[in-house]
């Protein structure tokens, strides 16, 4: 990893929660995004994809845990208050 620039990133020791937000967004992401899909041809090709899914997953996607509200409306909620 090293070789590419890559940090790696790992979690104190017993500690599974430091990651648990991200794995549980790639996951979805895996699962709604890319489950049954064929390859991308390109890298742009895939970059296209994730950030229309990113945009996809915070302003349109809802959630039972915001009480049906988008990320973004969620959040635009809880400043208002």
Excluded at 10 to 33: G, I, Y
Excluded at 54 to 70: E, P, Q
């Amino acid at each position: 990893m090293a070789d590419h620039h890559f940090i790696q990133s790992m979690s104190r020791k017993t500690n599974c929660l430091d990651n648990a937000p991200v794995e549980s967004f790639f996951h979805l992401l895996k699962t709604e995004l890319l489950n049954g899909r064929p390859l991308t041809r390109n890298i742009e090709e895939f970059k296209r994809l994730v950030n229309g899914y990113i945009n996809f997953f915070n302003k349109i996607r809802i959630f039972f845990k915001t009480d049906g509200l988008s990320s973004v409306e969620y959040r635009n909620e809880q400043l208002a208050a």
